[in-house]
């Protein structure tokens, strides 16, 4: 792909022109359901686009794939800089391997631009690395989303997956430590990163991801499984990376509990998503044996990774979404499920009660027993009107999470520090340790506890 065009002069408020935003292991404009391209992808994304809006330039440093430098434009102020660094195929921690190479390719196109930032922003800990070997050079304020916590990971392990190595949990550790801001999305991580790592606690800011309103809106049920193939067909929808961590072998035997006898043989599991080998073996060639056991190879289908645009027909013309997740950073499908009028019931942990209300948008399934979640199903298969009114609330919901909230915070809290740097020098001749100093209060905190940001509103 030819190089794009130079981004037109930024002009927004309070200060904040341009960001250098680091995602080295995963592109925004990856497919969804490959690899490791998630909810991260949609979160660098939306928020580049939406800082874009606000007159905020935004160069987005990725990994290339093709092993080649190349330049994409996802917005009028936004690029995508793909840089070259080690082969294609590389397991995440043999990315670690690269960050150096990466690191150095970053400040070459720096170089050859002439350009300067404002502010930096990483995502994920393998970024983290990056920007903090370019925080003495850059000298900007530096802020941080970890979006999964290797501590939490390995101690909401599912049965049979692989525990995070300490490498990751040390560095992620040293990043959270050295950072002028973390940006995180629940409480619940900010308490993680208080806890275990001795994080100041007015270095923490919680802000809420948001959802694509637009994309994701409720419509009729019936109409949206005549549109996908199954006119008589009552569907449950799991969505997100095929790994053992999401738990989908207990939706596989709780079907299989509702359909004991040959019963509901209208009921189909459909399994959206791309595979993964992090344990050693294919995870959807495990899930599809264990289908094929359990005589359910007729109603459990996978349909691999879909586009966005696809998921919100599949999601509205579920009787429920399922995620029965060990752990998640934020419930960003159950946001998007509840986006499009439909229930969901996932598992109680910190990322998904953000946003699923027990009881009226949904339910939440404390533990992973098949059983449980055959006791929620049920109560939605025998009552039609019940999913309908919990469809109603949750299209309710999933509205108090907009994009452009969570856009309009980060910008505020992005801004803050650098008018305060500015105002102090930062950024000018001083080291990593001045500058840290000079970094200013993001969150004021109520003794206790953390304030929950009032520009992200939950209903």
């Known amino acids: 792909m030819a190089e794009a065009r130079a981004l037109p002069e930024p002009s927004s408020r309070a200060g904040l022109s341009r960001v250098a935003v680091f995602s080295l292991h995963t592109s925004p404009t990856a497919s969804l359901g490959h690899s490791a391209n998630g909810g991260m992808n949609v979160y660098i994304r939306q928020l580049c686009v939406g800082l874009s809006q606000l007159g905020v330039a935004t160069d987005i440093f990725t990994r290339s794939l093709a092993g080649d430098k190349r330049v994409e434009q996802l917005a009028p102020l936004s690029r995508v800089i793909n840089l070259p660094a080690g082969p294609q195929e590389l397991d995440k921690y043999r990315l670690l391997e690269q960050v150096p190479i990466f690191t150095e390719g970053v400040r070459a196109f720096m170089a050859e631009g002439g350009l300067h930032y404002d502010a930096m922003y990483s995502h994920y800990w393998l970024s983290g690395m990056v920007a903090c070997a370019l925080r003495g050079s850059l000298r900007v304020p530096w802020a941080h989303t970890a979006h999964t916590l ?95 961590l999401k738990g989908v072998d207990v939706l596989i035997r709780a079907l299989a509990e509702l359909t004991a006898d040959g019963a509901r043989p209208e009921l189909r599991l459909l399994i959206i998503g791309g595979d993964s080998h992090s344990s050693g073996e294919s995870e959807r060639q495990r899930l599809a044996t264990l289908a094929e056991r359990l005589g359910l190879t007729g109603q459990v289908s996978f349909t691999g990774p879909l586009p966005q ?77 019940l999913v309908e009114a919990m469809g109603s609330r949750a299209a309710r919901r999933a509205r108090g999470f907009s994009w452009d909230r969570t856009t309009e915070r980060v910008h505020a809290l ?14 000018l001749g001083s080291s990593p340790a001045e500058l840290a100093g000079a970094i200013g209060v993001a969150v004021h905190p109520v003794p206790g506890q953390l304030r929950q940001p009032t520009a992200v509103s939950v209903h």
């Open 309 to 385: 645009e696809r998921l919100a027909g599949y999601y509205a013309a579920a009787e429920a979404v399922l995620l029965p997740s060990y752990n998640e950073s934020f419930g960003l499908v159950a946001l998007e499920a509840q986006a499009s009028g439909t229930p969901v019931i996932a598992s109680n942990v910190p990322g998904l009660a953000l946003v699923v209300s027990d009881g009226r948008t949904g339910f939440l399934v404390n533990g992973h027993d098949p059983r449980d979640y055959v006791d929620r199903m049920r109560q939605l298969l025998e009552s039609p009107r």
């Open 150 to 244: 290797a501590i939490v990971k390995n101690r909401l392990l599912a049965p049979g997956d692989r525990p995070e190595p300490e490498v990751r949990v040390d560095l992620e550790g040293e990043v959270a430590r050295c950072a002028d801001l973390l940006i995180v999305n629940t409480q619940a991580e900010a308490l993680e990163l208080l806890r275990a790592y001795g994080v100041r606690q007015e270095r923490l800011a919680v802000v809420a991801p948001g959802c694509d309103l637009g994309a994701f809106e409720p419509r009729p049920r019936q109409v949206a499984r005549e549109a996908l193939g199954y006119p008589e067909q009552r569907l449950f929808v799991f969505a997100g990376r095929l790994e053992r």
């Open 414 to 427: 992005l801004s803050e520090p650098v008018s305060k740097a500015t105002a102090a020098g930062a950024g």
